[in-house]
């Protein structure tokens, strides 16, 4: 998945219960950030970047969705602890990581990549980077901006 591509469609329960669907979500630019694992020091450090900066991503009229292998339970209990504002989905068969082309880090650990999606639904931003998990919310930000 590279800049310019459409970003593939998906539909998806979140941890709290309602379905994400790309396609519902045509018209907002979208924010879709591939984490390794809930409660894991670099992914709750991103986690509470997105937090965060929330309402700057709602003032730019963006989504934020994270995505990893936990189970839905798991991102319940990880949301709450952290009280994290957006939906956080699961991806245990590895279906949505597979397609969006989300490679393993150092070939073992679950990719961090952040794709953001225009309101047309193309990817306008890869962001990949295991080791600096908070400068996806900033690259993203950016990105949205126009800066």
Not at 105 to 122: K, N, Q
Request: hydrophobic share 35%.
């Amino acid at each position: 998945m590279k800049t310019g591509e459409k970003a593939p469609t998906f539909s998806k329960t979140a941890h709290t219960g309602e379905t994400v669907s790309l396609d519902d979500l045509h018209g907002q630019w979208v924010v879709l950030y591939f984490y390794p694992a809930d409660d894991t020091p670099g992914c709750t450090a991103e986690a509470c970047s997105f937090r965060d900066s929330y309402e700057d991503f709602v003032d730019a009229g963006a989504v934020v969705i994270g995505v990893s292998k936990d189970s839905l339970e798991k991102h319940e209990q990880f949301a709450a602890k952290h009280n994290l504002p957006f939906q956080l989905i699961s991806d245990e068969d590895g279906t949505l990581r597979s397609a969006y082309d989300v490679k393993k880090s150092l070939g073992i650990l679950p990719g961090r990549v952040t794709y953001v999606i225009d309101p047309e639904g193309i990817v306008q931003k890869v962001f990949s980077s295991q080791l600096r998990a908070t400068q996806h919310k900033a690259e993203a930000l950016a990105t949205i901006r126009g800066e």
